[in-house]
Each structure stands twice: as structure tokens, then as C-alpha cells.
């Protein structure tokens, strides 16, 4: 049970250079040593893109990229925070005074939202203070899940300054809730796999109760990195929690139509459950049920008996009070049938039928289509690089996490890597737009990595 895996190792400094480097950048920043540190990854999601928050299962991977936490406890209640990365300026504050700041959150918001989830999950009334040296190496905004990554590493940090420990299966719930805090509805995605991957395999991740299953990648193919150089942040705009208030609106209609507690069923999986349909019959209900054109928030009050103060109090999120139009029809039968190539390419990669690399490729092919057209969460340089991707030997290829920019993954043949490497290169970064991100290593074949832990000096 991925669990009962240990996070915490004894490690040689000397052996991991990275660490000894960060120990010096913290002797000459903070005038002390530190006492542990902490790694959390980033990840890249294969296929199940914005269905986590609809309850579905979701099959991502973490990458080698990840964000290390030079930590060291102290006995007054102030934390410290420095960042390697010098645009990402210092900050301290009170431990019992934590403010996050939800409307133009900067880095150190994220490590307070781990920080503060710790805090109440643990109900510490005096946290201990800690100085912290923070070195990421995940590109961010590029939906790589470097938010993510530093709010599970905060929390671990957290726990481990006030001489606490929990399963990680805990821990990843808790940090997906806290990472709430700055004002995004994530689904859980990536804390899950920040906690709970395992070098060597990608994982199908469910929720309720939340699990992770080794699901094995075929051998003959390399799943390649390529960041489209747009920057999103998914706090900074309501793109992302617009997404989420869509489906939830959907859940709604749906279960209402079909005699439900409306009031009672909040995510689509649960109208799929309570219905005791496959989704291929909730797809066929998303036909019966919506209409293709956008819904008005009065027609939706309407529809569900109550007024638009209540719809807007109740239903809606913060930084969503002011949109007027919701695609229900297009967000629903994305989530259903996302939801049902998750598990079709869990059942392909288990096995492992001779033409599997195609296979799943399609299914990539088609999950981007639908991200695309029905869920409207990429954007035309995404949709350029899918393109070159397919062009010059990706068997499929996608954007991936948040989309509106960020990075596609793509499976490409292992004997075709090196050429496809290659041609990607020239076809979109040597173009004068992109030429600045070649140097950041925007373009990049990844394996599977380990999940978060911390290191003790042997
Ligand atoms: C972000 C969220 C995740 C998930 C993806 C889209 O990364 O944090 O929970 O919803 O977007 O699949």
C-alpha cells in the first residue's frame, strides 16, 4: 500500500551535490545550518484532464522536476522564506498570523497554503517557526504543477518541523484542500500524485477514498515534454474555477431532471453513481438532458427553483459572481467521456495488446480534441506544438494539467526520439517566439519519477 511507503531517508550530502549546494546557499543567507530537506515533484498528467474535481480517476506521473525545501525548525513562532530564484523575492511572517493573499497570490502563498493546512489539520496552536531555502527546478505556469509541488512540499516541511508525521494518503488530501486556500477548486490530482508516486511506474489515482494503482507504460515508446511557452496561472484568471462552476451546474441540472437531491449532489461522478448508469448511458442522458447553447444564469435559476442571489451565495465560487453563461452540454459530455478513456487506457496499458502504443495514442489524439472543442481549455499555440508533434512522429499528443497554455505531452515511438527531438525543435522554438525557452529546457522526454520525501544528513 503506497501509503505505507516511507518519506523520510538518510542521505550523504556529499553524494547529492544539489543539497550540499542549497545546505551552502542557507549557512551564508540564514548564518545556521539546516536540519532537513524536503523534495516534492512535479507531474505530468498522461490522460483525464479536469475530471479529478468531477470525482473521476485521473492517470498522471511525476517528473524529475521538483521543488527542494532547505528547512531548519525554530523555537520562535516567525517563518522565514528565501528562494534561490531571485525574482522570487524574501518574506517572513508571524506562524500564528497567516494571511494568503487569493487575488494576485505571489510564490510564498502557496508555501503558506501548505503550511497553514498542516497547521489545522494538526491543530497546532503554536507551530514551530522555521527558516526555509526553497530551489525549484519545475518551469512555472506551464502545468507542470509547480504550485502544487511547493504547497505539498511546504506541508511536508511543515510536519516535519513540528515532529509530526502522516500517512501519505493524508497528506496528499490535505494539501489538495489547503492548497484551496488561494482560491482555486483543484480536483486533487496533482498532491495525490506529488505524494504518492513511485519511481519507475505511472499511477491511476481515484478519489473517495482516494488510491493510487501502479499502471505500467508500454516499453516501446517515450512520453515527451514540450512547453508551448504560454504562461498560465490558473489563480491569477477565472478560466480554471469557471470550468469547475460549469460542471457543478451541470451536476445540478442533471440531477434535478432526473429527481435527485439536486442540493445533495455536488460532482457529476455523483449523478453517475446515484443513476447507476455506465458512462456511456450518462452520455446518452448529457444528450437528453442539455442543449448545445449556452446556458443564462437565469435560465439555470430557473431551472432549478431558486433565485440568483442564492445560485451566486450557494453554488458559485468567489471570482466566478460575475459570469452570466455556462456551457453545460460541452463541459459534460467532456467530463463522461474523459472519464471513460482514463479507464480505457488504464485496461490497454494492463494488457498490453501488440498494437498498444497506438492505441493509446488515439486516445490522447482524442482526449486533446475534446479538451479543445468541448472543454475550450487550450489555446492556439497548444494546438500548434499537438500539431508538430503529430507531424514528426508523436503517435499522440495533448496538452496537459490546466491547459490555456502550459505544456502538450506527447508518445513517441523510442526509435523515432531522437529525430523527433530534433524537428520539434526547429519547428517551434527556432521560431523567434519561442527561442528564448530552448535554453529553459522546454522540450524534454520524461520517465516516471518517485514521490515526495525528506532527506536526514547521515
Ligand atoms: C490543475 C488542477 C488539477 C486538475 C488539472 C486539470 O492542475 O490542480 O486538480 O483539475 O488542473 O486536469
Redesign the pocket.
Known amino acids: 500500500m503506497a501509503g505505507d511507503v516511507p518519506y523520510t531517508a538518510s542521505i550523504q550530502l556529499l553524494e547529492e551535490p544539489r543539497l550540499l549546494k542549497l545546505k551552502k546557499t542557507f549557512v551564508s543567507k540564514f548564518k545556521s545550518t539546516p536540519k532537513f530537506y524536503a523534495r516534492a515533484p512535479g507531474r505530468v498528467?498522461l490522460i483525464?484532464?479536469?475530471?479529478?474535481?468531477c470525482g473521476y480517476a485521473?492517470l498522471p506521473m511525476a517528473i524529475e522536476q521538483d521543488i527542494l525545501i532547505a528547512a531548519e525548525p525554530l523555537s520562535i513562532p516567525v517563518i522565514h522564506l528565501a528562494n534561490t530564484n531571485s525574482s522570487y523575492l524574501d518574506f517572513s511572517t508571524n506562524a500564528n498570523d497567516i494571511e494568503i493573499n487569493r487575488t494576485k497570490p505571489l510564490w510564498h502563498n502557496y508555501f503558506l497554503c501548505g503550511f497553514k493546512g498542516i497547521k489545522e489539520h494538526c491543530s497546532l496552536d503554536c507551530p514551530s517557526g522555521m527558516n526555509c531555502l526553497i530551489e525549484g527546478t519545475i518551469p512555472p505556469s506551464s502545468?507542470l504543477?509547480s504550485s502544487?509541488a511547493l504547497v505539498c512540499c511546504a506541508g511536508l516541511a511543515t510536519l516535519m518541523a513540528n515532529g509530526k508525521s502522516l500517512p501519505k494518503v493524508e497528506l496528499a488530501e490535505l494539501c489538495s484542500k489547503s492548497e484551496r486556500y488561494i482560491g482555486?477548486e483543484?480536483?486533487?490530482?496533482?498532491q495525490s500524485i506529488c505524494f504518492l508516486a513511485e519511481k519507475g511506474t505511472a499511477k491511476l489515482i481515484e478519489f473517495n477514498p482516494l488510491k493510487a494503482t501502479d499502471v505500467r507504460l508500454p516499453e516501446g515508446a517515450a512520453f515527451v515534454i514540450a512547453n508551448s511557452c504560454v504562461a498560465m496561472n490558473?489563480a491569477a484568471t477565472s478560466h480554471?474555477n469557471i470550468r469547475v462552476m460549469e460542471c457543478r451546474l451541470a451536476t445540478k441540472l442533471l440531477a434535478k431532471s432526473k429527481g435527485l437531491d439536486w442540493k445533495a449532489t455536488t460532482k457529476l461522478q455523483d449523478v453517475q453513481v446515484k443513476l447507476k448508469l455506465s458512462l456511456e448511458e450518462m452520455l446518452a442522458v448529457v444528450e437528453e438532458v442539455f442543449h448545445p447553447e449556452p446556458y443564462s444564469i437565469e435560465e439555470i435559476g430557473g431551472n432549478l427553483g431558486i433565485s440568483l442571489k442564492e445560485l451566486r451565495a450557494e453554488i458559485l465560487s468567489q471570482n466566478t459572481q460575475d459570469v452570466t453563461t455556462f456551457k453545460l452540454y460541452q463541459r459534460a459530455k467532456h467530463v463522461y467521456s474523459e472519464a471513460a478513456r482514463v479507464l480505457q487506457f488504464k485496461k490497454i496499458c494492463t494488457e498490453a495488446p501488440d498494437d498498444a502504443v497506438q492505441l493509446l495514442g488515439d486516445l490522447m489524439n482524442q482526449s486533446h480534441a475534446s479538451c479543445k472543442d468541448l472543454y475550450e481549455c487550450s489555446c492556439p499555440e497548444l494546438n500548434q506544438l499537438v500539431d508538430i508533434c503529430l507531424q514528426f512522429g508523436a503517435v499522440g499528443s495533448r496538452l496537459t494539467?490546466?491547459g490555456w497554455g502550459g505544456c502538450t505531452v506527447s508518445m513517441v515511438p523510442m526509435d523515432k526520439l531522437e529525430k523527433f527531438l530534433a524537428n520539434v525543435k526547429e519547428a517551434y522554438y527556432k521560431n523567434s517566439d519561442h527561442m528564448l525557452a530552448l535554453e529553459e529546457n522546454s522540450l524534454f522526454a520524461t520517465n516516471p519519477g518517485g514521490g515526495a520525501m525528506i532527506f536526514l544528513e547521515a
Not at 483543484?186 to 496533482?190: I, N
Open positions: 498528467n483525464g484532464e479536469h475530471i479529478d474535481y485521473v502545468g504543477s502544487s482555486t483543484g480536483g486533487g490530482m496533482d490558473k480554471f494539467g490546466a
